[in-house]
């Protein structure tokens, strides 16, 4: 079992025990708290979809051009991950620019 494996197992454990312990007036709570999630989720749905898009147009423009120029896989792989970091974290940077 590899380390990512014995931590989900873990916490799936844990939430197991502490679903266990809760009295009714917490079940509702977590009830009205779901609700409030699924909400939140279906507002953010749109967003999701879009950025997805992004992502997938990125890669594939990334991997076109990584072939066109002959980059080997590795170097392509760190080419991504600076492109993923960012779109995810460095968005000010992408302020009036195309993606293409």
Known sequence: MTKIEQILEQQKQQMAGAKSEESPQEEEGLHE????????????????????????????SLYDLCQKIGITDEISEIIWCVVKVLLSQETEMLVNRHLD
Do not use: C, G, H, Y
């Not at 609700?35 to 890669?59: G, M, W």
């Open 33 to 60: 708290m779901a609700l409030r999630d699924s909400r939140e989720k279906a507002q953010l749905r749109p967003f999701t979809v879009f950025f997805a898009r992004v992502l997938n147009i990125a890669a594939e």
